[in-house]
């Protein structure tokens, strides 16, 4: 069974970083495809960016130019870099992943940004 964990959330102020690890265990294969997701209550979970295995990269116009998906040394690690943030940026961020058929959620992390 593959586990995702969140990892690198917190508080920052407006125009800081932060960067979210995502570490997934329980698998020796590499992934289909690492996503990070957000989410503020009371909206639908959205698509933040994603890596494809072969590193291709898709962000959401939102985030484009300030965040950066990357793959770690070890191959089923991904980060997500977010510069610029903004209040906008607040959510609960999940790592997603697909490995073969199946695909996979962790917990999340919280990003609060403040003015």
């Known amino acids: 069974q593959v586990r995702l964990v969140e990892s690198g959330g917190g508080l920052v102020r407006a125009g800081g970083s932060l960067r979210l690890s995502c570490s997934a265990s329980?698998?020796?294969?590499?992934?289909?495809?690492m996503s990070w997701y957000r989410q503020v209550p009371g909206k639908q979970r959205e698509l933040v960016a994603t890596l494809g295995p072969d590193l291709d990269t898709f962000y959401a116009d939102s985030v484009k130019g300030r965040f950066t998906i990357s793959r770690g040394v070890g191959k089923n690690t991904v980060y997500l870099q977010m510069n610029s943030l903004n209040l906008e940026d607040t959510a609960n961020y999940y790592c997603y992943s697909q490995y073969g058929p199946n695909e996979y959620w962790g917990q999340g992390t919280q990003v609060t940004v403040s003015s």
């Open positions: 329980g698998t020796t294969y590499s992934f289909v495809v």
